[in-house]
């Protein structure tokens, strides 16, 4: 087997011969500037605007600033505006600004210093609001006479001329519940007054009753106290008298993303009521929509997915939140100690996933299917193949795909491939200029060789092609990594939005660029930091940053 071996098309449609090599298209890549950095800062992240601009965000490990520099689409600078930081990360959690040196750091700890944390990177328009909350043990390290402390957060906007405006807020009202009670971001966002939380308020009576409420923290510029909004959501039951069986689910409501005036939630459903037994009913998958104000608005929907007779959505391994997706966030027990981390349970059940298609509303639902009628918990379940389906925001369905995995396609499983299991690596992202998606997954790096597998799909959800890359291959080949500016934030609790791919070979049906960044990654060799950050700027052209090293070095900026 060749190290660029490929099962394409021909092989999940059972088309008899072989498909013709075709050499796929490139497009000129034309430097516009190189943006030297410091021997210790790096691009820090990356974010795409309504006007097609491009915002970098240039971080340092020596100081705690960062520098905004926003990028026309010809690739120019319009304008840098330094961006206010009190905190800093390190190993050992947040730090105040005064600790600056990095003469003792290591290479890794000096990138981990390079790092946007803790800042929230949100647009609202053109706009750019740049969010940062006090850490308690930060808030002791900050120099004397800071207007700052615990709990507070500090909020920049920068317009889009780059001209910066601030305020700072006090902590958060107090949680308004009795009992055991606990408070929880499950969102952020930021509209035309200044930057939202959405909070989760959860008190526990007794072992068997819960109650929640939610709201809208609104972070108003012009003010200094936060704004509470209450607004409800469908009630989540979470006790069922065989709920053990179903491992660590939760069916709470997770954040999905906002659009101007829509904020998505979304949730997976065992049960409906507290009454019912889970596994006894299909699995639910729903979505819900309200406004600025917390009012339900026209659409959601839910769905149980239709799937063949017979198969059903099952455990696959791991799948990240994609998109603005967040189920992994913050809680604070306390108005003063709002970072303590506690990770709900999202991703450890990963029984197909959700992602806001942001450019037009629609929702998409993926995963992957075994066999079965009813849900079950199963170690190991064997799958049989992929799903995903998408979804107008009124719950129209608009395109379903329902693939197994064809015979030649599990010939090469190795280390339980094609079983769900925990530490199972998965992948999904839609490109910005194409519209296609993709899914990928790999068997745990300790139990495979670093094979994968890859499913490319057009927006209509026809299957384009497959493709496998043996371990061997992929370690042999030079990789070319693309990162994507997202439209809405470049962080969130769980991490950053940035989605990736990572492919040894560009293909036919791909956009040229990738060719043309496939050809300068070959021609520099393997450089274990070396990426590329692309930025949609129009019908098939785009802005492209090369970054070559961890810190330190060149940026420099292509448009194709």
């Given amino acids: 087997m060749t190290t660029r071996s490929r099962l394409l098309l021909a092989v999940l449609l059972g088309t008899a011969g072989r498909v013709a090599a075709q050499a796929p298209a490139t497009v000129p890549l034309h430097l516009v500037q190189t943006i ?7 691009l820090g992240g990356t974010i795409r605007l309504p006007n097609h601009n491009t915002v970098l965000f240039i971080t340092d490990a020596d100081r705690a600033a960062v520098r905004a520099q926003c990028l026309a689409p010809n690739g120019h600078t319009l304008w840098e505006t330094p961006v206010r930081r009190y905190q800093r990360p390190r190993q050992e959690g947040l730090l105040g600004n005064t600790l600056t040196s990095t003469d003792k750091m290591d290479a890794d700890q000096v990138r981990e210093a390079a790092s946007m944390l803790p800042l929230s990177v949100l647009t609202e328009g053109n706009n750019v609001l740049v969010v940062e909350r006090i850490d308690a043990s930060a808030a002791k390290k900050l120099p004397q006479g800071s207007p700052l402390a615990a709990g507070q957060v500090y909020v920049q906007r920068l317009d889009e001329r780059g001209e910066r405006t601030s305020a700072d807020f006090g902590p958060p009202l107090p949680i308004t519940m009795e009992a055991e009670e606990t408070a929880q971001t499950v969102g952020r966002y930021a509209d035309a007054g200044g930057f939202v939380e959405i909070v989760r308020e959860t008190a526990f009576i007794g072992k068997k009753e819960r109650v929640q409420r939610f709201y809208l923290l609104h972070y108003d510029l012009g003010t200094t106290t936060p704004r509470r909004e209450p607004f409800t959501l469908p009630p989540s039951p979470w006790i069922a008298s065989n709920w053990d069986m179903f491992g ?46 917390g009012h339900a608005v026209p659409g959601g929907f839910s769905t149980t997915l239709g799937l063949a007779k017979g198969t059903i959505p099952i455990y696959c391994g791991q799948i990240p939140n994609y998109g603005e ?16 981390p506690r990770y709900d349970s999202w991703a450890t059940t990963a029984v197909g996933s959700f992602y806001l298609d942001y450019a037009t509303g629609d929702v998409l639902i993926f995963g992957e299917y075994g066999e079965g009628d009813l849900p079950t918990y199963e170690l190991r379940p064997e799958l049989l193949g992929y799903f995903e389906q998408r979804y107008a925001v009124d719950g129209t369905p608009l395109a379903r795909l329902q693939m197994p995995y064809s015979r030649e396609l599990t010939a090469h499983k190795k280390a339980g491939s094609f079983t769900g299991q925990y530490g199972r690596r998965i992948g999904f992202h839609l490109d910005p200029l194409t519209g296609q998606s993709q899914y990928s997954f790999a068997p745990m790096h300790v139990m495979g060789t670093g094979e994968t597998f890859d499913l490319f799909l057009d927006p209509q959800l026809k299957l384009q092609r497959v493709e496998f ?3 061997a291959g992929r370690n042999a080949n030079v990789a070319t990594t693309v990162y994507y500016a997202q439209p809405f934030a470049v962080f969130k609790a769980s991490g950053t939005t940035a989605e990736r791919r990572r492919y040894a070979h560009a293909h036919p049906t791909d956009a040229p660029v990738y060719a043309a960044l496939e050809q300068r990654s070959q021609a520099a060799g393997s450089l274990p930091f070396h990426e590329y950050h692309l930025s949609s700027t129009g019908t098939g052209t785009g802005l492209v940053v090369e970054r070559r090293l961890a810190t330190g070095g060149t940026l420099q900026v292509f448009t194709f």
């Fill in 469 to 471: 890359v043996p371990g």
């Fill in 325 to 340: 997706l967040d189920f992994a966030t913050r809680r604070h027990i306390s108005p003063t100690d709002l970072t303590t």
């Fill in 248 to 293: 660590q689910w939760n069916q709470d409501w997770a954040y999905l993303g906002h659009r101007p005036n829509q904020t998505y939630f979304c949730r997976r459903t065992l049960i409906s009521s507290a009454q019912e037994k889970a596994g006894q009913q299909p699995l639910t998958f729903q979505v819900y929509v309200v406004d600025d104000l």
């Fill in 36 to 42: 030297e950095l410091a021997p210790n800062a790096a």
